[in-house]
């Protein structure tokens, strides 16, 4: 008997006209994606987090999420290149942000994009945004 085939739930799916079998697809909640959608979903959802944990907690939802989506989507930047420009966000420019719309400016600064590339400097960005949870953790 052939083996069921899904069509994967991820809305910014990369393989749009694949049907995916039972065996190789990642269920999450009620929805089966392809395996590498579950992880850019996945990515996307801990994006949204730092910002809403750690940047800006007041901003409306669907704003942040658009403007998340549009940044690895539409403008094509690279997924865990935004996940840092989120986590440089939260360690240096937290009281700076008052809309999610800032995140295109601080994207395309120069600043991010060199500690990005350094080896040292993106351990340094990503050493204070752990020091910053811990932190907010405790009190």
């Given amino acids: 008997m ?3 085939l899904y069509k994967c739930g991820y809305k ?9 079998p039972l065996s190789e697809c990642v269920a999450v909640g ?11 979903h996945e990515k996307v959802e801990i994006i949204k987090r730092i910002y809403f944990d750690f940047v800006d907690d007041k901003s409306d939802y ?11 989507f539409e403008k094509k930047y690279d997924i865990d290149f935004v996940e840092f420009t ?3 966000t939260a360690a240096f420019c937290k009281d ?6 800032i995140l295109y400016a601080i994207i395309k ?4 994009e060199k500690k990005y ?19 907010s953790s405790r009190g």
């Fill in 2 to 4: 052939a083996e069921r």
């Fill in 12 to 20: 910014h799916c990369v393989k749009p006209d694949e049907k995916i």
């Fill in 30 to 40: 009620k929805r089966r994606y392809h395996a590498e959608c579950a992880e850019i």
């Fill in 62 to 72: 669907v704003q942040v999420v658009g403007v998340i989506n549009n940044l690895i």
């Fill in 86 to 88: 989120m986590k440089y």
């Fill in 96 to 101: 700076k942000v008052k809309s999610p719309y």
């Fill in 109 to 112: 600064n120069g600043i991010v």
């Fill in 117 to 135: 590339s350094n080896d040292r400097l993106r351990k340094d960005v990503i050493d204070r945004f752990e020091y910053r949870c811990r932190q």
